[in-house]
């Protein structure tokens, strides 16, 4: 059975999520969610909404998907902690280092791929399921037939996106918030600069603000492909958002709703939120109708088009034909030519045949008044129900009581009666009130008292299991002593096993961090100088003085990548690309095999997809940035699997620690030229609306308010670079890297350009 995973950024989402239809949801607490700005769970809510979820069937994902850097793993050591005390059904991560953790020293809990992990083939899935995860979070970019394929050949849960936001970029693989503002994307604090307008030599827009995914036509595709769950993106959202889009995910699933139904959900749904939809690739990957370039935002349900604007009493009005019903104060949205978003307001007059109404049934002819400060309308101008009072009030939902779900461990308890007071005992402690008791005058209902009393557990983590009542005299217990004494008895009980779990956990933290810690290596390296390219041709313009101070040549292949006789064959190093779809896997296997034969022994993975298509006996495999490896444990994750050098994560505000732990193993760019964006959505189809038929390949600059840019567009697939590389030769030698990597990808450089960067490089 296919699961309706609904996300949930705080507890009145997941519990309006769970309550219309979906099967289980996925949240963060504070700290290593992708979802940083939204609230997110405490432990403490965590632990109940987890019971209260499992008490009803459903079940609960916890995202640790964010980069980890070497000074949160003891914060990273509690989280993981929580998560496993409260019986979590899985957790989603991206860092590598995250997942050797809970593998290494908490298998229990079932590891998901996090769609940051840029999995997009079939390889990619496979190599997760030889490293130990039980579920793929597939990258939003494939096509049903990539799905299906995956789905056939791969025995590993897949999870797919159906509704909610898209990025531009492939998710994992976008730097540019980072790069830009220090605010991280892999860090779940992207500022969203994909919404921003950019001017380009083909016009200006916003090129890469993209639609919102909407799979509802195919879900039960996707369900018979064998997708184990169908995601639904939105931890920023509301619970309204939640609610709305469960509920009619939920009818499409099912297949019990008729059409009316399902219209009045999906108007519904929209009217919540809705950017306007698209299918990404899904149907086709050259689709282009995959950006919104004039607008951004919310627009709402599009419920008419403005056929008269008029003046009355200094007031102005806009007159439409609506198609849903409405009510004054509800909100509506102009999608006006020349504004960046839809102009919003409340319907505050709402006028029907020259008198004022308080609502608007679908079909009449409607005015709506302005507000003051209105911009000018005229024309077919589109109109929004952007939210709706009868919508809001259409999706109650159920909070429990904390109390009712608080996860509570066993105990016994044995209470004695004497003339001189009551006694009650558990765990090795005891509480006595000092009360003279009598002689009961229904001895057969002091042991039913007794137990009322101690089965009250309030708000401690208890629960009452075997009770023992020591009364031979048959006296008689006033009710609120006995609460007293179960009261204070609780408390210490509590307090006792809180204290014991947190000195376990105390313990278990400093074992793991001990297992985790790397010393620093004996620090006897040289300065190695790697550099790589996408064309070797770049390198033409070197000398053999200059290939003799370079210890490493990467190439990135492609399926017509040739290696000139002028590199010396010894030095070089093959990459494979981030990114292999369907269309270039047989090309570029072919090429992988022609290089094998040719005596190509050492390679680099860009990607988890490059681990299941090199031979099993290419032994000499390094692992590129785009891995992520921000900690040791993410090094450490690597090395076991036969990885003998990686590349620093760009991202690491101090990456002395790795350097210093892994002196001979850990690279760093000195040269960093880094693709902010790699997306498979061209700029030009989607400000044309077509494909203009460039070639799939070209260079050209464009900028936003963050700053320049530059696109560079290869076979059809774009990566956006900064205005210019960055120079961090000094910074990467003060934080002790000895291994240091000049990149040369992408961008549209001169041989010579190439050598006297290398030579200045050299001198610095």
């Not at 495999?621 to 036969?642: C, E, H, Q």
Request: aromatic letters at 8%; a neutral charge.
């Amino acid at each position: 059975m296919v699961e309706l995973l609904a996300p949930a950024g705080d507890c009145d989402a997941g519990y309006a999520a769970l309550e219309y239809g979906a099967d289980a949801v996925y949240l963060g607490l504070s700290k290593f969610s992708a979802r940083a700005e939204a609230v997110n769970f405490t432990p403490d809510q965590l632990a109940v909404f987890t019971q209260w979820a499992h008490a009803h069937g459903k079940r609960v994902l916890v995202a640790v998907n964010t980069l980890i850097f070497e000074p949160e793993i003891p914060d990273l050591i509690d989280t993981l902690q929580t998560i496993s005390d409260v019986g979590a059904n899985g957790v989603i991560v991206q860092d590598l280092g995250v997942a050797r953790l809970i593998k290494t020293h908490f298998p229990h809990l079932p590891l998901h791929a996090s769609t940051q992990m840029a999995v997009h083939n079939r390889e990619g899935a496979e190599t997760l399921r030889r490293f130990g995860f039980k579920r793929v979070v597939l990258a939003r970019e494939l096509t049903f037939e990539e799905i299906e394929d995956i789905c056939r050949n791969v025995d590993i849960e897949v999870e797919a996106f159906i509704h909610g936001a898209l990025c531009y970029s492939y998710s994992g693989l976008c730097l540019f918030s980072a790069m830009f503002t220090g605010r991280s994307a892999n860090r779940g604090k992207c500022v969203y600069p994909c919404r921003e307008k950019f001017k380009t030599a083909d016009g200006e827009g916003f090129c890469f603000s993209m639609k919102d995914l909407s799979l509802e036509t195919s879900v039960r595709r996707l369900r018979d492909a064998g997708v184990a769950a169908l995601k639904i993106e939105g931890r920023k959202k509301t619970a309204l958002y939640t609610a709305a889009v469960s509920d009619y995910y939920r009818a499409v699933l099912d297949g019990t709703a008729d059409e009316k139904t399902l219209r009045k959900k999906r108007d519904a749904m929209a009217t919540v939120f809705n950017r306007s939809p698209t299918t990404l690739y899904t149907q086709n990957r050259k689709n282009a109708d995959v950006a919104d370039v004039k607008t951004v935002g919310h627009k709402g349900l599009r419920i008419g088009t403005v056929k008269n604007v008029f003046k009355k009493n200094d007031a102005r009005f806009v007159t439409f034909k609506t198609s849903h019903p409405f009510m004054r104060y509800d909100g509506i949205q102009l999608e006006i030519d020349g504004l960046d978003r839809p102009f919003g307001f409340s319907a505050e007059t709402v006028r029907i045949d020259n008198k004022n109404v308080f609502s608007a049934a679908a079909g009449q002819t409607v005015s709506v008044a302005l507000p003051k400060d209105a911009p000018f309308v005229q024309g077919d101008v589109p109109v929004y129900l952007a939210s709706s009072a009868e919508v809001k009030k259409s999706y109650p939902y159920t909070v429990p009581r904390t109390a009712d779900y608080l996860p509570r461990r066993p105990v016994d308890v044995a209470v004695f009666l004497t003339p001189e007071g009551i006694t009650a005992a558990a765990d090795g402690v005891s509480e006595t009130a000092n009360i003279p008791l009598s002689v009961a005058n229904k001895p057969e209902l002091v042991e039913k008292s007794v137990r009322a009393s101690f089965e009250k557990t309030d708000t401690f983590a208890l629960s009452l299991n075997k009770l023992t009542i020591d009364n031979p005299d048959a006296l008689f217990a006033p009710a609120a002593a006995l609460n007293d004494v179960r009261r204070r008895l609780f408390e210490r009980v509590d307090a006792a096993r809180k204290a014991e779990k947190a000195a376990k956990d105390a313990a278990l933290k400093e074992t793991i961090l001990k297992k985790e810690t790397v010393a620093p290596a004996a620090d006897g390296a040289a300065v190695s100088y790697l550099i790589k390219t996408d064309d070797p041709e770049k390198l033409s313009a070197l000398t053999p003085d200059d290939f003799e101070k370079i210890s490493e040549i990467d190439i990135e292949i492609d399926d017509n990548t040739v290696i000139p006789p002028f590199l010396p064959k010894e030095k070089i190093r093959l990459c494979l690309p981030t990114v292999c779809r369907d269309r270039e896997r047989d090309g570029l296997k072919k090429r992988v095999d022609f290089f094998i034969a040719e005596g190509f022994k050492k390679w680099e993975a860009a990607n988890l997809w490059a681990f299941s298509v090199l031979p099993a006996d290419i032994s000499d495999i390094t692992a590129d940035w785009t891995l992520y490896v921000a900690n040791a444990s993410a090094a450490r994750f690597l090395f076991d699997k036969g990885v003998q050098r990686v590349v620093a994560s760009p991202e690491i505000p101090d990456p002395s620690g790795l350097f210093a732990a892994f002196p001979d193993r850990v690279c760093a760019m000195i040269y960093e030229d880094l693709p902010l964006f790699i997306s498979e959505t061209c700029h030009k189809k989607t400000l044309a609306g077509k494909c203009v038929s460039c070639g799939g390949t070209y260079n050209e600059k464009a900028s936003c308010r963050y700053g320049e840019v530059e696109f560079a567009a290869k076979n059809c697939r774009l990566r956006v670079l900064a205005s210019r590389p960055r120079v961090k030769k000094t910074e990467a030698l003060k934080a002790g890297a000895r291994l240091l990597r000049m990149d040369f990808v992408y961008r549209k450089t001169t041989p010579q350009q190439v050598a006297k960067t290398v030579r200045t490089l050299f001198d610095m």
